[in-house]
């Protein structure tokens, strides 16, 4: 199982991006999916859950309201819609599966990670 995040870049604050983490390997199973973000010095902290079936979410408060995670099964695809992108907002971002079918923020239920995306917001 691999998992391929793209869609990062430079983007002035205000801005927007949409990430993409493709799985491959093995066909979507009934995992949770989420979005990680590493910025220089600082742990890697949630930022948005999905469960499998894609109706729950859960968002890490410094985003809510800004950015949307969704997926789609058929094509093994999850995305983060990332709106009004601030300086703050940049870090390395990574996709991972859960091992569980819920959305879930806690880090150490996640087995499978994607290399990460550099998002850069200039002010």
């Known amino acids: 199982v691999q998992l391929q995040a793209s869609g990062g870049g430079l983007v002035q604050a205000g801005g927007f991006l949409r990430l993409s983490c493709t799985i491959s390997?093995?066909?979507?199973?009934?995992?949770?999916m989420g979005w990680f973000r590493q910025a220089p010095g600082k742990e890697r902290d949630a930022v948005a859950a999905i469960s499998w079936g894609g109706r729950d979410t859960y968002y890490a408060e410094s985003v809510e309201g800004r950015f949307t995670i969704s997926r789609d099964n058929a094509k093994n695809t999850v995305y983060l819609h990332m709106n009004s992108l601030k300086p703050e907002d940049t870090a390395i971002y990574f996709c991972?599966?859960?091992?569980?079918?819920?959305?879930?923020?806690?880090?150490?239920?996640?087995?499978?990670w994607g290399q990460g995306t550099l998002v850069t917001v200039s002010s």
């Open positions: 991972a599966r859960a091992r569980v079918s819920i959305a879930t923020m806690r880090k150490e239920l996640y087995d499978r």
């Open positions: 390997g093995r066909p979507f199973g009934r995992n949770g």
